[in-house]
């Protein structure tokens, strides 16, 4: 090959990287990355003070299940809440299956629990038998416990399949 041609392919391969590079810099990086969302903000059901009406809600737009995340400030919340439950399609995921929301287990937040009566967030975590944080519990369409899980997942894919498991109904053979 002549020096002159070589030099062109050079300058060619040169421009490509370049152009490449420029539209690497010029896109956002959340687009090549799962979006991070705040899971407070996108996750959990704002404003749930009236558990029955979440049922009816649950019910209406033909959702699965109700999950609840009882926690408190440890380091496995936190893990959770940076490492999972921010991630966009895990609040996809579970959006479209479930009406999520989160219980701290000290807090003294009014709201009405399935049967109606008005309770604090603590106490509605003790009469569930809280042992530990996080405790993952999903509730059926008529706000009984079906599945409870007593400790973080780390794993995106592995919280997806637990939604999985009750959504498709699994739950009820294993």
Sequence with gaps: MSVPRRCALIIAASGCFLLVAFFALAVPAGAFAAEDRDPYRYFFASGTDDL??????????????????????????????????????????????FISFSINIYGAAPFEDFAGRAVTEKTFAQATGIMGTPTLMFYDLDGREIVRLTRAIRDPNEFMMLGEFVASGAYRTR
Excluded: P, S, W
């Design 52 to 97: 029955r009406a979440e049922l009816a809600d649950a019910k209406h737009g033909g959702k699965k299940a109700l999950f609840d995340r009882k926690a408190d400030k440890t380091l496995m919340v936190e893990i959770m809440k940076e490492h999972v439950l921010n991630r966009r399609d895990v609040q996809d995921f579970y959006h479209q299956r």
